[in-house]
Antibody, heavy 121, light 109 residues
Framework: QVQLQESGPGLVKPSETLSLTCTVSDGSVMRANYHWTWIRQSPGKGLEWLGYIDYSGRANYSPSLRSRVIISADTSKRQFFLEVTSVTAADTAVYYC?????????????WGQGTLVAVSS | SYVLTQPPSVSVAPGQTATITCGGPNIGSKAVHWYQQKPGQAPVLVVYDDTERPSGIPERFSGSNSGKMATLTISRVEAGDEADYSCQVWDINSEHRGVFGPGTKVTVL
């Protein structure tokens, strides 16, 4: 079973850019028809879908965050990435990367352990 | 935008059945997926496409979806089932995006 691991700074200053990396244990899986997804969870709140990048490099974002989110990938490094620009305290959350079902962006069958990012000066 | 509703909490005695509901407009026409999340852990997919179980998920977890309500049922509840359960759909009405319910805390008495 493929493993996913998030990494990145745990503290970001307001107005700056949040940057996270998700490393996938099996690089060959990244060339298959999965959708590599980012999801976050604010403290004490529900889950929020941020967007995905697929095996062809096509990205799809949450309408509410589209102006501030970029998802990219480097399959040679078995990694995909999240950037959130102009962060505020409202972006403080645990950020998860996830792998969807094969050919199915609609559900998330494998998750990373999550990484907490706090936005504070 | 599409909104899902769930009860905040459900309490159940060990060995009994827990029923968690998920509501939304015309939800019967959508595929509903369910996740279990224990404190400090990542969510785990327990049911997808309304009724399907991923490998390794006990048969005690089952799902249904009809009309205005989807349901996750946990039979013969165990102490280890205590967790938050969130439903999720894929909204294609205007944008293709994932939508999660607010979650239901299941407490095993």
């Amino acid at each position: 079973q493929v493993q996913l691991q998030e990494s990145g700074p745990g503290l970001v200053k307001p107005s700056e850019t949040l940057s996270l990396t998700c490393t996938v244990s099996d690089g060959s899986v990244m060339r298959a028809n999965y959708h590599w997804t980012w999801i976050r969870q604010s403290p004490g709140k529900g889950l929020e879908w941020l967007g995905y990048i697929d095996y062809s490099g096509r990205a799809n974002y949450s309408p509410s965050l589209r102006s501030r989110v970029i998802i990219s990938a480097d399959t040679s490094k078995r990694q995909f990435f999240l950037e959130v620009t102009s962060v505020t305290a409202a972006d403080t959350a645990v950020y998860y990367c996830a792998k969807t079902g094969l050919g199915r962006p609609e559900y998330f069958e494998q998750w990373g352990q999550g990484t907490l990012v706090a936005v504070s000066s | 935008s599409y909104v899902l509703t769930q009860p905040p909490s459900v309490s159940v005695a060990p060995g009994q059945t827990a029923t968690i509901t998920c509501g939304g407009p015309n939800i019967g026409s959508k595929a509903v997926h369910w996740y279990q999340q224990k404190p400090g852990q990542a969510p785990v997919l327990v049911v997808y496409d309304d009724t399907e179980r991923p490998s390794g998920i006990p048969e005690r977890f089952s799902g249904s979806n009809s009309g205005k309500m989807a349901t996750l049922t946990i039979s013969r509840v165990e102490a280890g089932d205590e967790a938050d359960y969130s439903c999720q759909v894929w909204d294609i009405n205007s944008e293709h995006r994932g939508v999660f319910g607010p979650g239901t805390k299941v407490t095993v008495l």
